[in-house]
């Protein structure tokens, strides 16, 4: 019930593609969705966040497609940039757990190609 | 600082050793988590405390595991008798109330030898 589902484990994208990560989850009390962006060594960042009342959020080349009825969401990533690489986190948090703490996916490690 | 600050960036410890992590959290940020993160998984989340009192104690592994927050601020993580299987990265995250915009630390690279 609490578990959300990331694949794939791994990516390979040109330069200029689109990279597409995919999660699922179980639990119907999760009301938000964010994706982080990890770099080696470094803390997971925040990237983009959404709410199951809207179907699709873009900030820039980052764009998360949310299906309710479905239990999935996603992360596109327009252009990829060599920049990119890194290893992308989905997540979900429930406001009926006080501590809104993070369900996280197990991530995904992205290559963008020059 | 502007951001969450962890120390030491790097531990190695001897097993059976007593570790102390560290977290020094965006200032005014009521809420603070830690979560651990082993090679190659997903993070994994430990214990959250909102001011000094931690309502959710429900991810810490086992009682060799415990935390405190002092002044609402500064949090230390204790490791106690550790065990290799204790190697990983120990983040903390912060948040002005629970949940939205968590900000993480760059996390303690713990190895246990």
């Known amino acids: 019930q609490q578990q959300v589902k990331q694949s794939p484990q791994s990516l390979i994208v040109q330069k200029g593609g689109i990279s597409i990560i995919n999660c699922a989850y179980e639990?119907?009390?999760?009301?938000?969705f964010p994706w982080y962006q990890q770099f080696p060594g470094k803390g997971p960042a925040l990237l983009i966040a959404?709410?199951?009342?809207?179907s699709e959020k873009k900030e820039g080349r980052f764009t998360i497609s949310f299906n309710k009825s479905a239990k999935q969401f996603s992360l596109h990533i327009m252009d990829s940039q060599p920049g990119d690489s890194a290893t992308y986190f989905c997540a979900a948090s429930t406001p009926r757990d006080s501590s809104y703490k993070l369900i996280f996916g197990s991530g995904t490690r992205l290559l963008v190609r020059p | 600082g502007a951001g969450v600050s962890q120390s030491p960036s790097n531990k190695v410890t001897e097993k059976g050793k007593d570790v102390e992590l560290r977290c020094d959290p965006i200032?005014?940020?009521?809420?603070l988590y830690w979560y651990r993160q082993s090679l190659g998984q997903g993070l994994e989340f430990l214990i959250y405390f909102q001011g000094n009192s931690a309502p959710d104690k429900s991810g810490l592994p086992s009682d060799r595991f415990s935390a405190e927050r002092t002044g609402g601020s500064v949090s230390t993580l204790t490791i106690q008798r550790t065990q290799q299987e204790d190697s990983a990265v120990y983040l903390c995250?912060?948040?002005?109330?629970?949940?939205?915009?968590?900000?993480f630390g760059q996390g303690t690279r713990l190895t246990v030898v």
């Open positions: 639990n119907t009390a999760f009301d938000y």
């Open positions: 959404i709410r199951p009342d809207v």
């Open positions: 200032s005014g940020h009521t809420a």
């Open positions: 995250a912060s948040s002005l109330v629970g949940g939205n915009r968590a900000f």
